[in-house]
């Protein structure tokens, strides 16, 4: 027997086109302005812009990203000056944003960009040093129109408010951004629910009074809006004790290159970690006459890293602090001399 079309034998779940009407109807008139959304006289976004600054946003929260966002396209302008600058030059753009394996591989894909094009579509922009599943599809869809739905934090909580998901994973919340988003629009839909998720969907008290999905939203419906979706179990912190030495001044002073993802190609004090941190480093640096200068901390990345400073001699060549890209880790230990966090 054919089921009769009545309200119950709907799909559980909202209403894609009223919902979609809703959502943009309300991004028409509270889209928050900033500055990688500026457009050109046909309405085009820079590609170049929308594709830092959603590098920069992967891991830094709006307000402050602004601020690095300008500064770097002051900076690097166009793809083109960001390929011809020194890795060096870029770091320092950098600096104090934390992840600069991000600003590596921006530098590497602009270089790529210059030699082989600007990628037009989703699977171009993938293909890139640093580019995800996330970053390719605002990139996409945000200058080229591309239909890509986004799934981040913002996406993935009110998505999850909207079906009353507990849990949602990651392929669920790819599920449904993919099935509701606005292939009209798909740009100013991703968008949408980004400023959504910020302004109005927040994780703690969303606004649901101020809310055009609320009529759509089954968490809404609960009356326990905030309780979707369930808190994530935190990385445990792991508590990292080092030592560092300042051999010169704040101004003057050895520095060593860092390696590794987190801080490659910065520079910084001489570090090391864990037992006999200190005679360790007195010895590789043939130095002596070590002296507290204090005790910094600094969280990175599930660490809390305690870094005890020392003052110490040696004949090591110095080099000009400000000139080089430092961690805020190092800019801190450094501003135990000038009793400031940060020197310039
Ligand atoms: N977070 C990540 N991308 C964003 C964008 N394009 N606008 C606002 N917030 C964002």
Redesign the pocket.
Known sequence: MKARQTKENEPAGPLTGPLRRALLAWFDVHA?V?P?RMVDDAGRRDPYRVWV??VL?QQTQ?ARGRIYFENFVTQFATVQALADAPIEAVLKAWEGCGYYARARNLHRAARQIVADGMPAHYSGWLALPGVGPYTAA?VSS?AFGEARAVN?GNVRRVLARLYAELTPSETWVQEKADALLDPARPGNWN?AL??LG?TICTPKSPNCPACPLSAHCAAFKSGEPGAYPAAKKRTPVKAVDAVALLIGDAHEAYLEQREGNLLGGLYGLPIEEGEDALPRLLTRLSAHSPQLLGTVTHSMTHRLVTLHVYAAQAEAPRQTVKERPLSRLDHKALGLLSGQGRLF
């Open positions: 928050r900033l990688w600054s959603e946003l709006v605002a945000l981040d968008e980004m400023d910020a």
